[in-house]
């Protein structure tokens, strides 16, 4: 049974470039979550998708966005790349139907902006 | 807003004592909570979560923590450290009045246990 997985799982870009991570949830799970953890601290919120819709959105400008396809994977991208963009993001799936589950993460995708 | 706080940025123990990694959070009537621990370069794992029931919930690895809806605090906690346990810890809140769908993090705790 495959975990969360998540590419690449390092990558390089400079200031104003743009980047697309990848996420396949869990087998059998239909939530994918995003966070951004910069070093030394806890995860940030990103978006929740379900559905192929952005059900709820943490507090990450307009040039976070993201998708999810039918097969539940899910894409992050980011445009206009800052330094602080520099994080490792996170990939979390749940089951949309069990508000009282756990997430499941997978090991994240480190994105380093020069 | 739901938030989670965590005042300790390390705690320090010797193998074989016990340990407490606090957690207070704030949510407005009942939450869901959750510990989970993150390994150097590796995502997170889920510990243990308290939903309802029994104040006291047990998760993996011998860790348990204690629900305090006064106190409104959630600490992780082991009766025996492990050299192994050495990780980083992280405090978690859903708030199921606003659908439930978000996952709030603390900042996290270093624990450093010395054998």
């Known amino acids: 049974d495959a975990g969360v997985t998540q590419s690449p799982t390092h990558l390089i870009k400079t200031r104003g470039q743009q980047v697309t991570l990848r996420c396949s949830p869990k087998?059998?799970?239909?939530?994918v979550s995003w966070y951004q953890q910069a070093l030394g601290q806890g995860p940030q919120f990103i978006f929740q998708y379900y559905e192929e819709e952005e059900r709820q959105r943490g507090n990450f400008p307009d040039r976070f966005s993201g998708h999810q396809f039918p097969n539940y994977s899910s894409e992050l991208n980011v445009n206009a790349l800052l330094l602080g963009d520099s994080a490792l993001y996170l990939c979390?799936?749940?089951?949309?139907?069990?508000?009282?589950?756990?997430?499941?993460f997978g090991e994240g995708s480190r994105l380093t902006v020069l | 807003a739901q938030s989670v706080a965590q005042p300790e940025d390390q705690v320090n123990v010797a193998e074989g004592n016990p340990l407490t990694v606090k957690c207070t959070y704030s949510v407005s009537g009942n939450p869901y909570l959750f510990w989970y621990v993150q390994y150097p370069n590796r995502g997170l794992q889920f510990l243990l979560k308290y939903i309802t029931g029994d104040n006291l919930v047990k998760g993996s690895y011998g860790f348990e923590a204690e629900f305090n809806k006064s106190q409104t605090s959630f600490h992780l906690k082991k009766p025996s450290a492990l050299v192994s346990d050495s990780a980083l810890y992280f405090c978690a809140v859903r708030d199921p009045n606003t659908g439930g769908f978000k996952t709030i993090f603390g900042a996290g705790t270093r624990l450093f246990v010395k054998a």
């Open positions: 979390a799936s749940s089951l949309a139907g069990v508000r009282t589950g756990e997430l499941f």
């Open positions: 087998s059998g799970h239909d939530t």
